[in-house]
């Protein structure tokens, strides 16, 4: 019970330099913009073409940051996968699906991944992108892995999936260094913004990207679930 | 309703109970969902800090666009990349856990004292 | 640049043995080829006013070799030929000489080094080969002893290092020089952290505890190396530290000097009482060698031309006749293979000149006339006399009286009283070591006869920081307190012998009989009765000197040693919580910081 | 000229491709890390000529920092980045011998050596987060690996603990970003006049308690022991000679680059004095050697960061080529220890000063490679260890804090005694014998012939420390480097 007073004092003590401190120096909302922030909002549209300043952000003017994220996720996978290899199946009581479940996840699956692959190819344009596409993805698998006792997506394909998508995204990286002398340059022309076919490299790598994260999520799960 | 109360509040309060449930748990899971939950007040924290007073999102539909005011485009990409990295945290934190529970045969983190001397 | 080469090629001689191991003939020719060249060189330069210096732009090493350095160096480099033709005979890797030839290398390069930063760097050199050394010893209990040699030497060497460090700060120079225009009470403590490590090496109490395990325990021929030639290094550095770094000493810090002496002065005593203590032959002579070189420490002590002389005499002598002493015994041993003084006795007749080697050795060690230990002595109490300190005076004699009570304990258990069975065919110590106990025995006698030939060299080293008192030639001394003739002092010591010898054999009616030939208590005896017995040798003392002998250093080192033990578990314990605990010191630490920093954030 | 950004790109490549390769075959794999590093090196050792004094800046995306981010290259970081892979080359040549390990065993430590190298490498401050977290996550990965009860534990320690470090530093990064509006590090370092006390400091505390996870500073390093003692040999070389020195390096940059050595450096200081003694104490009581290793390693981090943190009171470039020195002599030293008593306990985890007694007779090359590691890390004469303590010594008395010679020394003294005494029990007594196969044995001596060659004529590492110092030092050089102008 001290102990948990204790902890209870120190935490909040913490809570309260914080609060305190950031409520103090950065006043909500009225901090302008300034630095690099103004120039993508200024800038953005042009020297990169997508309407979606985030998503140009993440994927040009922080693209490196993005491959490091994508390797971050593939760590997860690999990890997973090296911890739990060879992990012996607990026998328990797992609950049937019901009918319904089973019969509507079979029609929502591949709408799902229409949906997910939707969000990824207007990833430029809309909210949305490479992240939420593969979590979208996955969540498709994750109903199937839930409602179908029988579903089991070959590790293999998702392995080959997860591996080649890096590759490629590296080599899209690659290419800018090649044509442009800098690593993962937009390379290619930027179209007319608000269209599809615009915005240069960023629709490719969202391509890359929904492909890994939707392949390596659903890695994830099927090695949670197994294990 | 003052902004500032509501969302730097609500934020650091996530945060604070975060912690606080991840000191004084016993289970494993709960230790992990703790951390969870303080880099959730925290990403939440990080896009509230971008918020610019009267701000869209800083998406322009129409182009060539009149200059409006939109909030902070950076907070945002920089949180999508935290929530990622936080993803990626938990599974492998969750890895160690199921892994835990079959060596050891428990989730109580008041068992696991393997490593003393 | 002779010096460096000389340095190189004792290293290069100590690798090219290590692999040579295995072939023996070709291995020990090389490693005494090189010996004996590091002695010639030490030998044919040890000319008075030579002063090499070389700086070696590296590491920025700087060299200087004087006259002190070539004296020490002569033997140092002798006991190390002596020790490495004795060890001849052991079994023994490559590496156990490349180890000695490293050990050698860092003796010499300390006598050479003029920074005192290098000159840390070749002590401890020195103690880390060393300490291999003893770690490659004979006894099961060398692990023990190396180690505690290996902490201790350490200890010395990080104190001189301190010192550096401090002399460097405030003289912002690192040569070895004068820091007598320091002021404030800072010079004495450099001086006090200079002189530890030598304190250490010359096993001046309170640093002498590792002395006796380490002695005991390395290889009986390392032995003889190890308290002769690596001790000098401790002398050497006495020698150093209180004359060309603080040369105004004597003026500024007497009460320094006079501390100095009585720890010499009862580390002579009490290393005298705890060796005739002793059952076991090379403990008994580990505590010799201490309470030997307490002498030493208290000839520093007085500060005054001739008591130096004396002291930088008694550190030759103490280096003939207790490697004399120690090889001796590393003979007896080879044969015996016990060096416990209650397993052996009446060798006499087995082993003569290990016998004559002993008994000239412990003559020496009491300072009897005609040999080496005598002049040294002599000058050394009328340096005594002359200072006018009558309690240290008499703690001194003190001292030499318990010599004389270990010097026979030692020649009674091994050569006289009753033979052991088990020793009856023993034969005389190889050939290895005859040869060190002829060649030791050389100096020993001559340097007590005509101590003049090295009185002059020393007093050439002395001269030149102190006011000369002392008048010499080759057989004569003069000082304030007379006159004295070495010759024909030995010469009455040798007719009164040949007359007691005369006596003996002409006036007394003796017949020689068996030694089971007697009864006691009216039973006759057999051969298994023990009639010699070492053990309980000064029983009776015991209760005389209870108090110094139940006193120990270890405790207070123990203390020590506890304290840190209890501070490492209040460390330890920091880390024995489970994540959660250390998740609060994560949080904890941040707040801590944020409330610390309160005013500024 | 290569572009370094080859190495991170072409290290994620491989570890993409290895569970592509392990398709095809099982052995492929094994051969990818040591491929990598090899390639990595030679794309390093090309660009050498061109890092002068200043950052080399490449630029991702085709834009100019702060828009876009970007590699900064100077000297320093050079150096640091090559002894991470050179030691990455070493260890994925140890893991050549063992076979019959999980293809994914190699992706993590591939993903290691590139976190720590994109941390070295990188001009951008979030990106080092990144890199942070690529870093973080492999090594609970490696620690866990093993998969027994104690790795699993320290795995999970190590884990909690990194994540809130972690999310501490990017709450670092952020509160800096929202007073300067760019995440550019030498943009960052250019603005810190301008940036209001207050927050300085509140950015500082918490970029303290992230990098202070990584480069164990007493309060956080609570699960180092831990990990350490629970991971495998191998493992806890990596941790202790890689992990480590991407923090020091992020310490360096962080806190006298951008910060430009204000009171995190003072607080580092007083941290890293209580980080040494504790954990040096700590070791004198240890009964089990690899966690005796721990605290020791712990200890000498402290020492590190305690002459690290004394660039603040005079920017000496001595001070800062004596934090190089010690980090390299506690990557090779204090890696050769970790690989030695993995192979004197045979590799059963008995790792109590008991169970090894006489280990080091029974198998002579280990105890020897295990005596001249403990040899230089406590810093005996003719191993590197001595010029590093040395340089330690001299550091403190430049910056006159002389009286903590005295404290160095004596905690120094409590080394010795620990690692003395282990010594002394190895070659005691009858032990095991275990059997050694060559590769690893070569790989030990390499780490040997570091400490001993380099013992005797430390002259051309201190030359190269020293330019590297210079580069760090001279922060304004770096800084008009990377964004033009000061």
């Excluded at chain 4, 903590?404 to 282990?422: D, K, M, Q, R």
Aim: one cysteine or more.
């Amino acid at each position: 019970m001290i102990r948990k007073i204790i902890a209870f004092l120190v935490v909040f003590y913490f809570g309260y330099i914080l609060y305190s401190f950031i409520a103090v120096n950065f006043p909500f909302g009225e901090r302008p913009l300034k630095g690099v922030a103004a120039h993508y909002v200024d800038k953005g549209i042009e020297e990169e073409g997508a309407t979606n300043i985030v998503t140009s952000i993440v994927t040009l003017y922080r693209g490196f940051d993005t491959l490091g994220e994508v390797t971050v996720l593939f760590l997860a996978a690999t990890g997973l996968g090296l911890l739990l290899a060879g992990m012996k199946e607990e026998e328990k009581e797992k609950p049937e699906p019901t009918l319904i479940m089973e019969t509507t996840t079979r029609y929502l699956f591949p709408l799902v991944l229409l949906f997910g692959t939707y969000i990824f190819i207007h990833g430029h344009l809309t909210p949305g992108g490479g992240f939420p596409a593969g979590v979208v993805i996955a969540t498709g698998y994750f109903m199937m892995f839930i409602a179908q006792k029988q579903f089991k997506p070959s590790e293999y394909l998702l392995s080959a999936t997860e591996s080649f998508a890096g590759t490629l995204y590296v080599i899209m990286g690659l290419l800018g260094l090649a044509l442009a002398f800098s690593f993962l340059a937009n390379v290619m022309p930027l179209g007319v913004p608000n269209t599809v076919f615009s915005a240069g490299i960023i629709p490719v790598i969202y391509i890359i990207i929904g492909f890994k994260v939707g392949s390596e999520m659903t890695g994830i799960l099927a090695h949670l679930k197994e294990a | 309703m003052n902004g500032g109360l509501l969302f730097y509040g609500s934020s650091v309060f996530l945060m604070v109970m975060g912690i606080f449930i991840a000191i004084t748990g016993k289970h494993l899971i709960k230790i992990l969902l703790g951390i969870d939950l303080f880099d959730v007040g925290l990403n939440l924290l990080i896009i509230s800090f971008g918020y610019v007073n009267g701000g869209t999102a800083p998406i322009f539909s129409k182009y060539p666009h009149i200059f409006k005011n939109v909030v902070d485009p950076v907070p945002q990409a920089l949180v999508l990349t935290a929530i990622v990295i936080g993803v990626a945290e938990m599974a492998m934190g969750l890895a160690i856990v199921m892994k835990i529970k079959e060596k050891f045969g428990t989730c109580n983190i008041a068992k696991l004292k393997e490593l003393k001397w | 640049m002779a010096m460096f080469y000389l340095l190189l090629l004792l290293v290069l001689v100590g690798i090219v043995s290590f692999v040579l191991g295995p072939i023996k003939v070709l291995r020990n020719i090389i490693a005494f080829l090189g010996a004996v060249t590091a002695f010639f060189y030490f030998l044919t330069n040890i000319k008075p006013g030579l002063i090499y210096s070389l700086n070696i732009r590296v590491y920025n090493v700087h060299f200087e070799a004087g006259f002190s350095s070539m004296f020490f160096g002569v033997i140092i480099t002798a006991l190390f030929i002596i020790f490495l033709i004795a060890s001849f005979h052991e079994e023994n890797d490559g590496a156990y000489y490349l180890f000695a030839y490293l050990t050698l290398t860092g003796a010499l390069a300390v006598l050479f080094a003029k920074d005192l930063i290098s000159f840390f760097f070749f002590f401890e050199t020195m103690s880390l080969f060393s300490f291999l050394m003893v770690l490659k010893g004979k006894s099961d209990t060398s692990f023990r002893s190396a180690f505690k040699y290996l902490v201790w030497s350490v200890f010395g060497g990080y104190a001189f290092l301190m010192g550096t460090f401090l002399k460097v700060y405030y003289t912002h120079s690192v040569m070895i020089g004068d820091i007598s225009y320091l002021a404030g009470g800072v010079k004495l403590l450099i001086l006090i952290l200079l002189l530890a490590p030598f304190a250490v090496k010359a096993a001046l109490m309170p640093f002498h505890l590792w002395a006796p395990d380490a002695y005991k325990d390395s290889k009986d021929t390392f032995t003889v190396f190890f308290s002769g030639g690596l001790s000098k290094i401790g002398v050497f550095g006495y020698f150093l530290v209180l004359f060309k770094v603080f040369t105004e000493i004597a003026v500024k810090y007497p009460y320094f000097l006079k501390a100095f002496a009585w720890l010499g002065a009862i580390t002579a005593a009490l290393s005298g009482i705890y060796a005739f203590m002793q059952d076991d032959a090379k403990k008994l002579l580990a505590y010799s060698s201490i309470s030997q070189l307490g002498y030493v420490a208290v000839g520093f002590g007085i500060y005054t031309h001739f008591s130096v002389v004396a002291a930088l005499f008694h550190a030759l002598g103490h280096a003939v006749f207790e490697s004399l002493l120690f090889l001796v015994v590393a003979g007896v041993y080879y044969r015996t293979k016990t060096t416990d003084l209650r397993k052996m006795g009446g060798l006499i007749k087995r082993m003569p000149l290990s016998f004559i080697g002993l008994l000239f050795g412990i003559i020496a060690t009491s300072g009897i006339p005609p040999t080496i230990g005598f002049p040294s002595k002599w000058l050394l109490y009328e340096a005594l006399i002359l200072k006018g300190d009558l309690l240290l005076t008499s703690l001194v004699f003190f001292a030499s009286i318990t010599a004389f009570l270990y010097s026979y304990k030692l020649v009674h258990g091994i050569f006289l009283g009753k033979l052991h069975e088990e020793h009856k065919n023993v034969k005389e110590a190889p050939l290895g070591y005859a040869f060190g106990t002829v060649v030791l025995l050389v100096p020993l006698l001559v340097l007590g006869i005509i101590p003049g030939l090295v009185i002059k060299p020393i007093d050439y080293i002395v001269r030149f920081y102190l006011k000369p008192e002392l008048g010499y030639n080759l057989a004569n001394m003069n000082t304030p307190l007379g006159h004295v003739n070495f010759p024909v002092v030995g010469l009455v010591m040798g007719l009164t012998f040949a007359l007691s010898l005369f006596i003996y054999l002409i006036a007394g009616k003796s017949y020689r009989a068996e030694q089971t030939d007697n009864y006691t208590a009216t039973e006759a005896i057999d051969e298994d009765f023990e009639l010699h017995y070492a053990g309980e040798f000064y029983g009776f003392m015991k209760k005389a000197f209870g108090r110094p002998l139940t006193w120990s250093f270890e405790k207070i080192l123990n203390a020590f040693l506890k304290l840190f033990s209890f501070l490492g578990e209040v460390a330890r314990g920091f880390y024995m919580g489970d994540a959660r605990v250390y998740l609060f010191y994560v949080i904890a630490f941040f707040a801590l910081l944020a409330y610390l920093m309160g005013g500024k954030l | 000229m290569v572009s370094p950004i080859l190495v991170i790109a072409l290290s994620l490549f491989f570890a993409f491709v290895i569970p592509l390769l392990g398709m095809v075959s099982k052995k492929l794999p094994r051969l990818v890390p040591p491929l990598a590093m090899l390639v990595n090196l030679w794309i390093l050792i090309t660009n050498i000529k061109f890092v002068s004094r200043g950052a080399m800046l490449v630029t991702t995306a085709g834009l100019k920092p702060p828009i876009a981010i970007n590699l900064a290259i100077d000297r320093f970081s050079l150096l640091f980045v090559i002894l991470i892979q050179l030691i990455g080359l070493l260890l994925s040549v140890y893991y050549l011998s063992q076979d019959n390990r999980d293809q994914r065993f190699y992706m993590l430590f591939l993903l290691n050596i590139l976190g720590a190298s994109g941390i070295v490498m990188t001009g951008d401050i979030f990106n080092s987060f990144v890199f942070l977290e690529i870093l973080e996550i492999s090594s609970f990965g490696l620690v866990a690996s093993k998969k027994d009860r104690k790795a699993l534990e320290g795995g999970f320690k190590y884990m909690v603990i990194g994540a809130i470090g972690s999310s501490l530093y990017l709450l670092g990064i952020i509160v800096l970003y929202l007073t300067t509006g760019s995440l550019n590090m030498a943009e960052i370092a250019k603005l810190m006049p301008h940036i209001p006390e207050s927050i300085k400091l509140f950015a500082a505390l918490l970029l303290l308690a992230g990098i202070g996870v990584e480069v164990e500073l007493f309060p956080l390093n609570a699960w180092a022991p831990d990990a350490y003692h629970g991971a495998k040999d191998e493992i806890s070389t990596q941790l202790s000679s890689i992990i480590s020195k991407a923090g020091i390096y992020l310490a360096a940059r962080i806190f006298f680059t951008i910060f430009n050595g204000f009171y995190a450096l003072k607080i580092i200081f007083y941290l890293g004095v209580i980080t040494f003694v504790i954990a040096e104490l700590a070791a004198l009581m240890q009964k089990n050697v690899k966690r005796m290793l721990a605290y020791s390693s712990i200890g000498q981090m402290g020492l590190l960061m305690l002459i690290l943190s004394l660039v603040a009171k005079r920017g000496d470039v001595f001070v800062i080529t004596t934090v190089i020195l010690l980090a390299l002599n506690h990557a090779f030293g204090k890696g050769l220890l970790f690989l030695s008593l993995g192979a004197l306990s045979g590799g059963n985890g008995e790792y109590e000063i008991e169970n090894l007694g006489g280990n080091g007779r029974a198998n002579p090359l280990a105890g020897f490679l295990f005596t001249v590691g403990a040899l230089s890390i406590v810093g005996m004469p003719f191993f590197f260890g001595f010029w590093s303590k040395i340089s330690a010594l001299i550091s403190l008395m430049k910056t006159n804090v002389i009286y903590l010679i005295a404290l160095v020394l004596v905690i120094s003294l409590v080394e010795i005694y620990y690692y003395g005494n282990v010594i002394v029990n190895l070659f005691r007594g009858e032990g095991k014998k275990y059997g050694i196969s060559i590769v690893p044995a070569a790989v030990m001596i390499l780490f040997a012939l570091f400490v001993i060659v380099f013992g005797i004529w430390p002259h051309p590492v201190f030359q190269i420390a020293q330019s590297a110092a210079v580069s760090l030092i001279e922060r304004t050089t770096y800084i008009s480097s990377i964004i033009g102008g000061m």
